[in-house]
């Protein structure tokens, strides 16, 4: 038997260009970033400032510089900000590192939980960190990515990194820490403590490999 009124209607065409587009613009001017500085470095390289001069930025938000003894505080007391400032995300920028102007717009528009750039460590090896989860908590592999674009991950690290609010609401503070230790005595690093930790109350960590930030390193030259 019919149902009265139940008449199949046409199929909705599928959502134009021009729609999509001013959806993203729409989208984009109810973000409200908090773009943190966790400034541990006795001073502030003149190149980070530059990129950080570049970056585009949409339409509400605010640059706040942080100095504590410890990075794990820092990140802490940003991540307290960004919440009780009712912004819809935090990026975390560490100070020894440069990021393309387009950073910042390029991660929102990816629009999931954390998500970083493609960095190599500081230190030897400058190997990626982009890491995926081993059978152990808060143990992670280096993969090498092999195609570019967005990627699930299980960590990566904390300079450059977008981070919606709605994540460390989701969690219990500290959000970063260096008191964890791995089964093989080593210390977690404070973002990989972070990414664990997400991961743990559901919520996804991406790297985007087309996205390169360049890590600076310094050295010291003489004469023999």
């Not at 794990?72 to 935090?90: Q, T, Y």
């Not at 994540?167 to 089964?183: D, G, I, T």
Request: with cysteine.
């Amino acid at each position: 038997m019919g149902v009265l009124g139940a008449e199949s209607s046409p199929p909705l065409p599928p959502p134009s260009p021009g729609f999509k587009h001013c959806y993203r613009k729409a989208h984009m001017a109810l973000m409200k970033v908090l773009i943190g500085v966790p400034c541990n470095w006795p001073t502030v390289p003149v190149q980070f400032v530059e990129s950080l001069c570049d970056l585009r930025r949409p339409p509400v938000s605010e640059v706040r510089f942080m100095r504590e003894p410890m990075l794990d505080i820092m990140r802490n007391k940003l991540a307290d900000m960004a919440v009780e400032g009712g912004f819809s995300h935090l990026f975390m920028l560490d100070v020894d590192m440069l990021y393309p102007p387009d950073s910042l717009m390029s991660l929102l528009r990816d629009d999931v939980d954390v998500v970083c750039g493609l960095a190599c460590r500081r230190t030897a090896p400058h190997v990626p960190v982009c890491l995926q989860p081993t059978d152990e908590r808060f143990v992670f592999e280096v993969q090498v990515p092999e195609k570019r674009g967005l990627l699930k991950c299980g960590a990566v690290g904390g300079g450059g990194t977008l981070i919606k609010t709605d994540v460390f609401r989701a969690m219990e503070p500290p959000y970063f820490s260096y008191q964890h230790r791995m089964p093989n005595g080593d210390r977690v690093g404070e973002d990989l403590y972070f990414c664990q930790m997400a991961a743990d109350v559901g919520k996804g960590v991406y790297c985007r490999t087309d996205l390169v930030y360049p890590h600076m390193i310094t050295a010291a030259v003489a004469v023999d």
